[in-house]
């Protein structure tokens, strides 16, 4: 099943996804798909933060791992809203998810 996804680039452009479920891909990896720039240095491990972004819809998420808190603990610019794109996987739950890319 395909779902789609709104990402908010750095620039404020608006992209609406279209992102399948069945291939355990993560929010990190379909934006690389659609060439946004998200880095991803550290190819979805969380142990860089260059995929990091703000979730903006209500959304309920997997609660994030100890890496990922450590990892954002580490970062810049991080709000309350914070993931790490290489730790949400893409599940059907997720139509109609909006995040905006972190800056770097």
Do not use: W
């Amino acid at each position: 099943m395909d779902i789609q996804i709104n990402i908010i680039d750095r620039e404020g452009g608006r992209h609406e996804l279209l992102a399948p479920t069945d291939m355990n891909m993560s929010i990190m990896e379909l934006c690389k798909s659609y060439e946004l720039p998200v880095e991803g240095t550290c190819g979805g491990m969380a142990l860089c933060a260059s995929c990091h972004l703000y979730v903006l819809s209500g959304h309920e998420l997997s609660q994030p791992t100890d890496d990922e808190i450590a990892m954002l603990d580490a970062a810049f610019f991080v709000q309350p809203n914070s993931r790490l794109g290489c730790q949400l996987k893409l599940k059907e739950d997720m139509d109609g998810l909006t995040v905006e890319l972190a800056p770097v």
